[in-house]
């Protein structure tokens, strides 16, 4: 199983851009399926984006289309999302985490590392 550390978090400015990272630790990390979740003040987790094992396929959720990317880097054990244009409504901490499948369903996904937070100011 891998084990997870998501970095890059921050205060931007509306417009602005953030690179939000994921480190993996484990040996079998191309076997999973990565996917980016975030969850705002009082409300839901909710799926961003994800990637497969060799990053040939991509998914995003509409909120996001257009202005985030994801994208992995198998032989650095590395899966990123980089944001554009960020709206005030991008406030959340983000999570990274593993699944075996493709899916956007969280309870497919573990684990989960502990989030970093992105703050975007109006």
């Known amino acids: 199983q891998v084990q997870l550390v998501e970095s890059g978090g921050g205060l931007v400015q509306a417009g602005g851009s953030l690179r939000l990272s994921c480190a993996a630790a484990g040996r079998t990390f191309s076997n999973y399926a990565m996917g980016w979740f975030r969850q705002a003040p009082g409300k839901e987790r909710e799926f961003v984006a994800r990637i497969n094992g060799r990053g040939s396929s991509t998914d995003y959720a509409d909120s996001v289309k257009g202005r985030v990317t994801i994208s992995r880097d198998n032989a650095k054990n590395m899966v990123y999302l980089q944001m554009n244009s960020l709206k005030p409504e991008d406030t959340a901490v983000y999570y990274c985490?593993?699944?075996?499948?493709?899916?956007?369903?969280?309870?497919?996904?573990?684990?989960w590392g502990q989030g970093t937070q992105v703050t975007v100011s109006s």
């Open positions: 985490a593993a699944s075996t499948i493709e899916s956007r369903v969280q309870r497919y996904y573990n684990p």
